[in-house]
């Protein structure tokens, strides 16, 4: 995914991570359908990728959807 540019400032957001104090990767669930992974219990969560805007702060997270 290519940096996205902030809604407010219209400057590139920059690459961050967003943690819940190491318990781990955040996931978004998803409702992928079928597949060995979903047999698998494995398609149903997607990882977040995390940007924030250098100039105001602001954090936007977009879940990896590639198959």
């Known amino acids: 995914m290519t940096d996205p540019r902030c809604p407010t400032c219209a400057v590139e957001m920059e690459p961050t991570t967003v943690t819940t104090d190491g318990a781990g ?20 969560y997607a990882t977040l990728d995390s940007f924030c805007c250098p100039e ?12």
Do not use: M, N
């Open 56 to 67: 105001c702060g602001l954090v936007r997270q977009y879940a990896d959807l590639d198959d």
């Open 25 to 44: 990767t955040l996931y978004v669930k998803t409702k992928r359908d079928g597949g060995i992974l979903k047999r698998l219990g494995l398609g149903d």
